[in-house]
């Protein structure tokens, strides 16, 4: 799945400006981007792999689309510290702690690693192996992960210009983006546009679950090719304080690791 539909903070960005969702809307984004500690999980679809058939001048060109991104368990303590548990449809499960100052930690097949021994191993597998390795696969998926917590996805809907259909617990939202210049014409210039969809759910004046829809294109680089993609997810959050995230011995142990500590040898 391509990286710019994943990131929905970097496509609502041009359309920033001058506005404002409806108040009730409006109180319960304010709301979620003011909360200290919070749950959520964010369901992916996973419709299968897809087959698609493109004409091009040269023939037709077959693709297959599916969604491979993990369904995620986050939570956010008092003091900033996010704790994720992602789970991918191959059965892999990683669990990764980020504090508030950066620091980060992932519990892996191998155990607890550091942010700078995931990279390392990384390195490492690199260099014994021509190919990609079970172990290159899940090291690549545990370095730096890329997940947004739902007030900084939904913090730009407080200023987005895109007109709000809906009203009491019910709203939705609907505009094309582009990540790049918005003013560009030539479509082999820039970034294509992505369609975003997004319907929030209100109960007692507060954010319970929302879900994006994407729809754009994925550019084959030299060829120009231009694949239609698609991604569709749901997010359920649940306000209940956390005061201090419960981890183990062994994961304080690497996020308290000195920066200047020898790092890990891949076995």
């Given at each position: 799945?391509?990286?710019?539909?994943?990131?929905?903070?970097?496509?609502?960005?041009?359309?920033?400006?001058?506005?404002?969702?409806?108040?009730?809307?409006?109180?319960?984004?304010?709301?979620?981007?003011?909360?200290?500690?919070?749950?959520?999980?964010?369901?992916?679809s996973d419709p299968g792999?897809?087959?698609?058939?493109?004409?091009?001048?040269?023939?037709?060109?077959?693709?297959?689309?599916?969604?491979?991104?993990?369904?995620?368990?986050?939570?956010?303590?008092?003091?900033?510290?996010?704790?994720?548990?992602?789970?991918?449809?191959?059965?892999?499960?990683?669990?990764?702690?980020?504090?508030?100052s950066g620091a980060s930690?992932?519990?892996?097949?191998?155990?607890?690693?550091?942010?700078?021994?995931?990279?390392?191993?990384?390195?490492?597998?690199?260099?014994?192996?021509?190919?990609?390795?079970?172990?290159?696969?899940?090291?690549?998926?545990?370095?730096?992960?890329?997940?947004?917590?739902?007030?900084?996805?939904?913090?730009?809907?407080?200023?987005?210009?895109?007109?709000?259909?809906?009203?009491?617990?019910?709203?939705?939202?609907?505009?094309?983006?582009?990540?790049?210049?918005?003013?560009?014409?030539?479509p082999d210039d820039g970034?294509?546009?992505?369609?975003?969809?997004?319907?929030?759910?209100?109960?007692?004046?507060?954010?319970?679950?929302?879900?994006?829809?994407?729809?754009?294109?994925?550019?084959?680089?030299?060829?120009?090719?231009?694949?239609?993609?698609?991604?569709?997810?749901?997010?359920?959050?649940?306000?209940?304080?956390?005061?201090?995230?419960?981890?183990?011995?062994?994961?304080?142990?690497?996020?308290?690791?000195?920066?200047?500590?020898?790092?890990?040898?891949?076995?």
């Amino acid at each position: 799945m391509v990286a710019v539909l994943r990131l929905v903070v970097l496509l609502l960005a041009p359309l920033v400006l001058r506005a404002a969702p409806p108040a009730p809307l409006a109180a319960a984004l304010q709301q979620l981007r003011d909360q200290k500690s919070y749950s959520w999980e964010v369901i992916n679809s996973d419709p299968g792999p897809i087959a698609q058939r493109i004409e091009t001048r040269r023939g037709t060109v077959t693709t297959v689309q599916q969604n491979l991104a993990p369904n995620v368990q986050g939570q956010i303590d008092r003091q900033g510290d996010m704790l994720i548990r992602r789970e991918w449809a191959d059965g892999l499960v990683l669990e990764t702690v980020i504090t508030a100052s950066g620091a980060s930690a992932t519990k892996t097949p191998e155990g607890w690693m550091s942010d700078r021994e995931i990279l390392t191993a990384q390195s490492e597998e690199r260099l014994r192996h021509r190919t990609a390795t079970p172990r290159a696969v899940w090291l690549r998926r545990a370095d730096r992960p890329d997940v947004l917590r739902p007030d900084v996805e939904l913090a730009p809907l407080l200023k987005v210009t895109a007109p709000f259909t809906g009203s009491g617990n019910a709203y939705r939202v609907a505009f094309r983006s582009r990540a790049g210049d918005t003013m560009t014409e030539d479509p082999d210039d820039g970034e294509p546009a992505t369609t975003v969809e997004i319907a929030l759910n209100l109960r007692g004046g507060v954010i319970r679950d929302y879900e994006i829809k994407l729809e754009g294109v994925r550019r084959v680089q030299r060829s120009r090719l231009q694949i239609p993609v698609s991604e569709q997810r749901i997010v359920v959050l649940k306000y209940l304080p956390i005061s201090k995230l419960d981890l183990p011995p062994e994961a304080r142990e690497k996020l308290n690791a000195p920066r200047g500590a020898p790092p890990l040898r891949a076995p």
